[in-house]
Structure formats: structure tokens, C-alpha cells
């Protein structure tokens, strides 16, 4: 659509075996917006993230991903090789496992900027340097020149952000940058990528399980449940006023200032979904027998004003004011 850097259209993402990690998704992305895509583990969040830049090596992806008005699903891998880094990039979960122990933080930040750039190895590493200096890693100079295992958790998460963000990319794919970091360390990163969205104008698509750092950071939401959208809407809808019982149920297993001391969470029963005809989130929902008939667990709720449910729209707005 036009306006939109990023355009995903019915994306399937089906792995050797039959398993099928995301099933039918659509989002959007505007220039300098940033997304939130939430869901428990397994929900299809990282595999929708991998999608985007190409990074399935077996799965089978199916469906549409306009970058730019660029056709990604299908793309080569020359072409998406110039794209990556360039102008689409990526954070991944675990910094330590994607940084190569065996060359210097800034030989790696380097090479990224080189691919992408004519430029000389003096002015990749004057770049490189700069980059250290803007997530904050002291003394840049000298620990450009130092390996990954010298730098704490913290610290090689920044760095894996200097070299998504070396090359000024337009779209941002952030899997779940904050995990196994201590709280004050989450925010600082997560301030870091705001500062950076705001100075540089690039998108971000922030793939996370925290609803506390959807609340904090994001412009909209899609939740993610058995590889489906089930609802999507600005954070302040989704906070407000949740359409979809699993949202409630994430909702009520968070910590929140607006309740009593003391109130205790409500974790989601059962396990994440497999394989399901009807509504994915029907085995877990405590509300299925309000629906009519077996609706629920044979026919699957198509995507209606954002929300993914055979309730109607009176019956989900009592129902979540009676939460």
C-alpha cells in the first residue's frame, strides 16, 4: 500500500515436516513507525522476523512481503544480500552466539559498513568507532579492537545494534533484543533504539513476549498466537480496550501499576496451540461456551476490524469490562 515501507500480505511460513510457524499473517509498516509483535514462545514471532529478511534456509515461505515496493518472497539471494545490512537489518536474540568470537568487535561493526559502502578500511573504522560511541560503549577507540567474550551481555547487545545500524538501515527487525539482560539494562538498550529510530528514521519491527516493553516503545501491535494475527491495533487499543480473550490473557499474567498491591497474576491455562481447525486459541479460551454450536473449535474466525474471534462485539466489550 502506498506510504508503507513494509507490506506482508497472507505470509506463510511452513518447515519441513509439515509444521507451519506462521499462517496467514498481514501487517503493516510505516517509514519511522515501530511495531510490536507479541506472543508466546512458539507463537511464530522470530520465524515471521527471519521471513522478512530471508534468513529461512529450508522453510518453504509463501504469501507477500513488499519492502519498498520490492517483492522479498521469491527475491534471489544476491538480491537480498544486497539488502541486508544495507537496508534492512536485523537484532537477534543471543548477541554472544551471532558475533564471530574470533575477530574484533569492530572488524565485524567494519566489514558491515564495507560490504555496503565504497569506502577504504580507514574510514570503515572511523565509522565503526562512531558507531560504538552512539550505543554508548566507552573508550570506542580502544575496544574496537578487543572480541566479543571481553564485553558483557549489555554490551554486545549495543554493539550488535551498531552493526544493524551501521549502514543507516530503513527497517529495523528487533527479535527479542532486551531478553536475559538485568531491567536496567533493558532500558537503556531499548531507550537506545528510540534515540537512534528518532535520529536516523528507521522503522522497527520489535519482536518481544514483554507487553511492558510493547507499552514502553511501540506505535502499534500484533499478537501472535499458533502462527496467527488473532488481534492487531495501536498500543493504546490493545492496553485499553483488548478484543481477543488470549490478549486478555496475557494482560492479566503482567504486573500492573493500575491494580491493587498485592493482585495476583492470572497465568493462561493449558499449552500453546498445535495444529487446530477452528479458532487456535479455543482449547485454552475459557469463554468457548458462550459461542453457539461448536463454532469455535471447527471454524476458524476470520480477521475482523483487528480482531480474530467468534465473539461478537458486545459480548467481548462486557466481558473484558467484568475483568
Known amino acids: 500500500m502506498p506510504g508503507e515501507l513494509l507490506s506482508v500480505r497472507d505470509l506463510r511460513v511452513r518447515f519441513p515436516g509439515g509444521v507451519t510457524a506462521v499462517d496467514g499473517l498481514s501487517f503493516d509498516v510505516e517509514p519511522g513507525q515501530v511495531l510490536g509483535i507479541v506472543g508466546e514462545s512458539g507463537s511464530g514471532k522470530s520465524a515471521t522476523g527471519l521471513s522478512v529478511l530471508g534468513l529461512h534456509d529450508r522453510a518453504e515461505v509463501t504469501g507477500s512481503i513488499l519492502f519498498g515496493g520490492k517483492e522479498l518472497v521469491g527475491a534471489s539471494e544476491r538480491e537480498l544480500r544486497r539488502l541486508r545490512g544495507d537496508d534492512l537489518a536485523m537484532v537477534f536474540q543471543d548477541p554472544l552466539s551471532s558475533l564471530h568470537p574470533h575477530y574484533t568487535i569492530g572488524r565485524q561493526i567494519s566489514e558491515a559498513y564495507l560490504v555496503h559502502n565504497r569506502a577504504g578500511r580507514q574510514a570503515a573504522r572511523a565509522r565503526a568507532v562512531e558507531m560504538l560511541e552512539r550505543v554508548g560503549i566507552p573508550s570506542p577507540e580502544r575496544r574496537y579492537d578487543e572480541y566479543p567474550h571481553q564485553f558483557s551481555g549489555g554490551m554486545r547487545q549495543r554493539v550488535m545494534i551498531a552493526m544493524a545500524l551501521v549502514c543507516e538501515p530503513r527497517l529495523l527487525v528487533a527479535d527479542e533484543p532486551t531478553t536475559a539482560l538485568d531491567v536496567t539494562v533493558q532500558a537503556q538498550i531499548l531507550a537506545l533504539i528510540d534515540e537512534l529510530r528518532r535520529e536516523v528514521g528507521t522503522a522497527v519491527v520489535l519482536i518481544t513476549h514483554d507487553l511492558g516493553v510493547v507499552a514502553e516503545t511501540c506505535d502499534s501491535v500484533v499478537v501472535m498466537y499458533g502462527g496467527q494475527c488473532v488481534e492487531q491495533g495501536s498500543v493504546a487499543d490493545i492496553f485499553a480496550r483488548p478484543q481477543m480473550p488470549y490478549t486478555w490473557g496475557l494482560l492479566g499474567s503482567m504486573p500492573r501499576l493500575d491494580r491493587p498491591r498485592g493482585t495476583r497474576l492470572t497465568p493462561i491455562p493449558g499449552v500453546p496451540a498445535t495444529v487446530h481447525d477452528g479458532c487456535a486459541f479455543e482449547p485454552r479460551c475459557e469463554y468457548r461456551e ?29 466481558l473484558w469490562a467484568a475483568r
Open 290 to 318: 458462550l459461542v453457539a454450536g461448536d463454532l469455535c473449535s471447527t471454524v476458524r474466525p476470520s480477521l475482523l476490524d483487528g480482531v480474530r474471534c467468534h465473539l461478537d462485539q458486545d459480548q467481548r466489550r462486557e
